[in-house]
């Protein structure tokens, strides 16, 4: 199992951990933010694969932001599978 931490711009949250092994998601956790969505988002993907994961969450938008955490985390997962 890898760890790997990412810091995500223009989104609420501050730091993204997340650990992967056998392509698949575990212990995600969001530091700030949306606490209520992003912990949900953290269950919801517990487990699954993370290639999957990304393509779901990429292009996420907040608030007219252009970015959302979702679509941070799509790129967090994109930099750890070294795409």
């Known amino acids: 199992m ?3 931490t990412y810091t995500p711009s223009g ?3 501050k ?3 997340f650990d992967l092994e056998d392509g698949k ?13 992003l912990s949900a988002i953290s269950k919801l993907l517990e487990g699954t694969d993370a290639k999957k994961a990304a393509d779901i969450l990429r292009g ?9 955490c979702a ?7 994109d930099q750890a599978l070294g795409a």
């Open 25 to 37: 998601i575990y212990n995600l956790k969001f530091t700030g933010g949306c606490n209520g969505n």
């Open 2 to 4: 890898t760890n790997h």
């Open 15 to 17: 730091k993204i951990n």
């Open 71 to 77: 679509d941070q985390l799509s790129k967090a997962i």
């Open 11 to 13: 989104v609420c949250s």
């Open 60 to 68: 996420n938008d907040c608030a007219g932001r252009g970015t959302s």
